[in-house]
């Protein structure tokens, strides 16, 4: 075990200096280069600055006017008949726009039901079997100017349910 904990301290610095190794063994200006990423990045974090802004108020608003706790009530019904109980629809529904709110949303059911809780082991596996799709869809398809999504969001949702599915089979397995 001790081995892993070694490895991992290093890994990050022997990956970076990596680069810088290969960059300069190609004799690549390494310096201008990160120059001209970093520019490039700051850019692109520029663009969707609206973006991610509207994101975040879009969710703000949903948790603050109680809507969220009205949805829960709703589609608890008819989840809760599947194992998927009505406390993490919220969460499941915020995860699709911030990761950063969901985690704030994980913090409050762990809080209420405890982390070994049923609820919140069904809650930590959903987080990490979702993804952010509407903040992905945003952000990229803003980015690589992509006007027509085609299938992603179909295909993204199902995964996202599939992702559910999973937090309540493991789940039964684990308790």
């Known amino acids: 075990m001790q081995l892993f904990l070694y490895i991992s301290d290093f890994i990050v610095p022997f990956i970076i200096l990596s680069v810088i190794v290969y960059g300069i063994l190609k004799g690549l200006n390494v310096y201008d280069a990160f120059i001209k990423g970093a520019r490039s990045g700051f850019l692109t974090v520029i663009r969707i600055m609206p973006t991610l802004i509207g994101l975040m108020a879009a969710v703000g608003i949903l948790r603050a006017s109680g809507f969220l706790d009205f949805l829960a009530t709703v589609i608890g019904r008819f989840s809760g008949r599947f194992g998927f109980p009505g406390e993490l629809v919220p969460l499941s529904i915020v995860k699709m726009f911030s990761s950063s709110a969901a985690t704030g949303l994980l913090l409050d059911i762990f809080k209420e039901f405890g982390t070994d809780s049923r609820i919140g082991l069904m ?49 039964g397995f684990l308790l």
Not at 130 to 146: H, L, R
């Open 123 to 171: 809650a930590s596996i959903s987080m990490c079997c979702t993804e952010t799709i509407f903040y992905t869809m945003s952000v990229y398809f803003m980015t690589a100017g992509v006007r027509h999504s085609r299938y992603t969001l179909a295909g993204a949702l199902i995964a996202t349910f599939a992702g559910l599915a999973a937090s309540v089979v493991l789940t």
